[in-house]
């Protein structure tokens, strides 16, 4: 009978430091789902449950939206409506189990039409911008919300009418829709 040496898989529990092999009739088994001995499903994932820095920062900025679109309708209940933020949203995201990925996370953050990628600094950058026409990427003011004064005609004014919504505003509500699918469809994606 001849002997063979051998490369073998040991894989090693991250909660239960149990080392096991996973082999049949001289093959490798596929990476397994359960520990062999605690039966813990993510045995492999003793790192994942440390939040890296990175991490860290992308939760933060997604905490952040309820601020943020707080702040977008603080002027505006007739926004505030548009935009119909759902406050529990983030928080129901962010306690998924397992936890959002950095992709996840970076999908929600990224799919702003308006280029917020975060909550402070892009906020001040891109009020009252909307896209450039004919140039992806590039923005100007947004002058949807000036009128001729009824009164003055050579007067310029911003449009009075409580109803009214400007450009960049649709396109906060806008985004703001998008995030909320984003995170509504990987919530919906990790139901079993
Ligand atoms: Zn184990």
Not at 85 to 110: A, H, S
Request: aromatic share 10%; with cysteine.
């Amino acid at each position: 009978m001849p002997i063979h040496n051998i490369k073998v898989k040991e894989y090693e529990c991250a909660h239960c430091a149990y080392r096991w092999i996973n082999r049949t009739n001289g093959k490798d088994g596929n990476i397994p789902l359960r520990c062999a001995s605690c039966k813990r499903k993510n045995w492999n994932h003793g790192q994942a449950n440390q939040i890296w820095p990175k991490e860290n920062g992308l939760r933060r900025r997604i905490n952040g939206f309820n601020t943020l679109y707080e702040n977008d309708s603080y002027y505006s209940a007739h926004l505030k409506y548009l935009i119909g933020w759902d406050k529990g949203l983030c928080e129901r995201f962010l306690n998924l189990e397992p936890r959002p990925t950095i992709q996840e996370m970076e999908e929600v953050i990224y799919s702003s039409p308006l280029q917020r990628y975060n909550n402070g600094s892009d906020f001040y950058r891109m009020q009252q911008k909307v896209p450039l026409e004919g140039k992806p990427g590039f923005f100007k003011k947004d002058l949807s919300g000036l009128i001729q004064d009824p009164k003055r005609l050579e007067k310029v004014i911003y449009n009075p009418d409580p109803n009214f919504i400007s450009d960049y505003q649709k396109l906060v509500a806008e985004e703001a829709h998008i995030r909320q699918a984003v995170m509504t469809n990987i919530i919906n994606s990790r139901a079993t």
